[in-house]
């Protein structure tokens, strides 16, 4: 394995992502996701992800019971 694998490994090993190795090594994700693809995410940044996950689909289910986070303009047709 070269350096650029090993450097994949390590910073998949720390908990980034697919695409934030990829960002980091200024690499596309196809050449990162060859050499990480066996090796799971942490827990912990599995249990990040579900959390942040959550937020955001709360924040829309709300949105779709009517309950929106912005405000709507009332439109006036001069009526």
Do not use: W
Request: with cysteine; proline share 4%.
């Amino acid at each position: 394995m070269n350096t650029f694998g090993r450097t994949c490994v390590d910073l998949r090993k720390q908990g980034l992502t697919l695409q934030e190795i990829a960002r980091k090594t200024k690499r596309p994700k196809t050449s990162v996701y060859n050499y990480i693809q066996d090796i799971p995410l942490p827990e912990k940044t599995i249990k990040k992800f579900r959390e942040e996950n959550g937020r955001h689909i709360r924040m829309y289910a709300l949105a779709r019971n009517g309950i929106s986070q912005r405000g709507f303009k009332k439109f006036n047709f001069g009526m």
